[in-house]
C-alpha cells in the first residue's frame, strides 16, 4: 500500500531493528495473495533429495589402512639415472651375484628397466651378455672404444625375461634349443664388436679375464678406480 | 757454542734455527715444507713458506719433521726476502731429488693409480720376483 502521509510500514524503531519481523512485514505487504500454492509455487528450485546410501551390512572392526593418493602416478616412471662415470665402453667390477669381482664392459642403459647391458666379453671371463644393476658395479676409468659400435635390435629387457615359467619354452626340447641357440648367436655379435677394440690395449684381454679382490693392507675407500 | 758441540757429540745434527726446512706432518698444512723464521718459545716456532703455500703462522714443533736444509736467511725475514731466499736455494729441486722427497712423490703415485694401472704393476711385480729368483737361483748354482 503506498504509503499515506509519513506512516511508515515497517517502522525503524532503533539502527537495524524493525517493528516487525521477517514474516510478519511480509504478510502485511499482501503478496500473499500471489504466492503460488504447493510445491509448484517454490520459485527456489531445490536439489532433488538423493536417494538415501544403502548402509553396508558389514563394517570391518578396525579402519583398514588406505593407500596414500599419489599426486601424479606417471611422476616417477623414469629410469635410474645413469652415473656420470659409467660410458659405452667403460670397464665395471661387478660387485655381487654370481659373477661377483668380474671386470665386464658396459654396452648401454636399457631404455625399458634402467639396468646397464653388460658384457664380459664371455671368451675372456665367462660373464655373458647381461644384465647388472648400476648400484652394484664399482666403474673404473678404463675404457673400451666402442664408438659408433652397433647391437643386434633383440637385446632389450624382453631378451632377458626368464624362461623357468614358461611352459612353451623350458619343456619343449626344441623351442628351449632354439632359444639357446638364439642367445649364442646375439652373445657372439655383440662380442666381436668388443674384441676388435679389446685387442688394441696390451694387457686389456688379461685385466678382464682378472677378477678384482681386496687383500690385507688394502683400503678400497681410498683407491682410485 | 759448547751446548751445540755437545749435541753434536750426542748425535744430534739437524737443529731448531732460523732457516731451518721443515716438513709439516699434521694439521691443516699436512705434507707441505716451510722455513723457520723465528722461534717462540721451547714448544712452537714461526714459519712461512711462500712457495708452498704455508701463511706464515705458528707451528707447533710437535707437527714437524727437520729436513736437512739450512736457508741463510734472517730472523723474522719477510715473505718477499723469504721466497727469493728459497728460490735462490733451489729448495723444490733440492728436496724432491732427496730420497725423502722420491719417497713422498711414490706415495702420491701409489695412491692416484687406477684399477688398471694396479693390474699392471701387480704384472710388473711379478715379472720381477720371476727375474731375481732366476737370478738368484742361477748364482746359488754357479757358486756351489
Known amino acids: 500500500m503506498p504509503g499515506k502521509g509519513n506512516r511508515v510500514r515497517n517502522e525503524e524503531l532503533r539502527p537495524g531493528i524493525r517493528a516487525m519481523g521477517r514474516s510478519e512485514a511480509l504478510n502485511k505487504t499482501g503478496r500473499y495473495r500471489f504466492f503460488k500454492k504447493g510445491a509448484a509455487g517454490k520459485k527456489v528450485a531445490g536439489k532433488p533429495e538423493a536417494a538415501p546410501a544403502k548402509e553396508p551390512k558389514f563394517y570391518p572392526a578396525e579402519d583398514l589402512p588406505q593407500p596414500i593418493k599419489q599426486r601424479n602416478p606417471n611422476a616417477s616412471k623414469k629410469i635410474a639415472k645413469l652415473r656420470k662415470s659409467i660410458e659405452p665402453g667403460t670397464v665395471l667390477i661387478v660387485l655381487a651375484g654370481r659373477f661377483r669381482g668380474k671386470r665386464v664392459v658396459f654396452l648401454k642403459q636399457l631404455e625399458g628397466s634402467g639396468l646397464l647391458l653388460v658384457s664380459g666379453p664371455f671368451e675372456v671371463n665367462g660373464v655373458p651378455v647381461r644384465r647388472v644393476n648400476q648400484a652394484y658395479c664399482i666403474a673404473t676409468s678404463t675404457k673400451v672404444d666402442l664408438s659408433g659400435a652397433q647391437y643386434p635390435s633383440e637385446l632389450n629387457d624382453e631378451f632377458f625375461a626368464r624362461i623357468e615359467n614358461d611352459e612353451k619354452l623350458k619343456p619343449n626340447a626344441e623351442a628351449y634349443a632354439a632359444w639357446l641357440a638364439k642367445r649364442k648367436e646375439v652373445q657372439k655379435k655383440v662380442d666381436a664388436v668388443l674384441m676388435k677394440s679389446i685387442a688394441k690395449e696390451p694387457l686389456l684381454k688379461e685385466y678382464l679375464a682378472a677378477r678384482f679382490k681386496i687383500s690385507r693392507g688394502d683400503a678400497p675407500h681410498l683407491m682410485k678406480f | ?144
Open chain 2, 1 to 144: 757454542n759448547i751446548e751445540k758441540t755437545n749435541l753434536l757429540k750426542m748425535g744430534f745434527k739437524r737443529f731448531v734455527q732460523v732457516g731451518r726446512v721443515v716438513y709439516i706432518n699434521y694439521g691443516p698444512e699436512n705434507g707441505k715444507l716451510a722455513v723457520v723464521l723465528d722461534i717462540i718459545d721451547n714448544n712452537r716456532v714461526l714459519v712461512e713458506g711462500p712457495t708452498t703455500g704455508v701463511e706464515r703462522q705458528q707451528m707447533p714443533l710437535k707437527r714437524v719433521n727437520l729436513t736437512d736444509y739450512v736457508l741463510p736467511i734472517q730472523r723474522g725475514f719477510r715473505t718477499g726476502n723469504l721466497t727469493k731466499a728459497i728460490n735462490d736455494f733451489d729448495l723444490e729441486g733440492k728436496f724432491n731429488s732427496s730420497s725423502w722427497g722420491q719417497r713422498l712423490s711414490n706415495r702420491q703415485l701409489r695412491a692416484g693409480l687406477t684399477d688398471y694401472q694396479r693390474f699392471e704393476l701387480m704384472l710388473l711385480r711379478k715379472q720381477k720376483s720371476y727375474l731375481l729368483k732366476r737370478a738368484v737361483a742361477k748364482a746359488k748354482k754357479a757358486a756351489k
